[in-house]
């Protein structure tokens, strides 16, 4: 089970943290991403870490502004969002991948879910 925590409204220019606590897998043996939904739009690759969290890979739509992080002691992983912006609007999920040989980009390459957390930015 994958629950995420975190989202919220904000003005343009702000920060949020996301958390998805994970329960029932083995976390550490997982690699974890972040996606997001705008309305009307496919889900797409935000963010990506590899098991260890030595890797991280990020969309070009967030590099530089959002950092994903894990913590295998609390079985969680993190998104931290600065400089939000208005087009950053979407529900944000995280998923897990069991695979160890590649960090995967998109929606098939994961095999949990969870429920999202939606993410509103002003302007």
């Known amino acids: 089970q994958l629950v995420e925590s975190g989202g919220g409204l904000v003005q343009a220019g702000g920060s949020l943290r996301l958390s998805c606590a994970t329960s029932?897998?083995?976390?550490?043996?997982?690699?974890m991403g972040w996606f997001r939904q705008a309305p009307g739009k496919d889900r797409e690759f935000a963010a990506a870490?590899?098991?260890?969290?030595?890797?991280?890979y990020y969309a070009d739509s967030v590099k530089g502004r959002f950092t994903i992080s894990r913590d295998n002691t609390k079985n969680t992983v993190y998104l931290q969002m600065n400089s939000l912006k208005p087009e950053d609007t979407a529900v944000y999920y995280c998923?897990?991948?069991?695979?160890?040989?590649?960090?995967?980009?998109?929606?098939?390459?994961?095999?949990?879910w969870g429920q999202g957390t939606q993410v509103t930015v002003s302007s």
């Open positions: 998923a897990a991948d069991r695979s160890t040989l590649r960090i995967g980009f998109g929606v098939r390459d994961y095999d949990y």
């Open positions: 029932g897998l083995t976390f550490s043996g997982y690699a």
């Open positions: 870490i590899n098991w260890s969290g030595t890797n991280t």
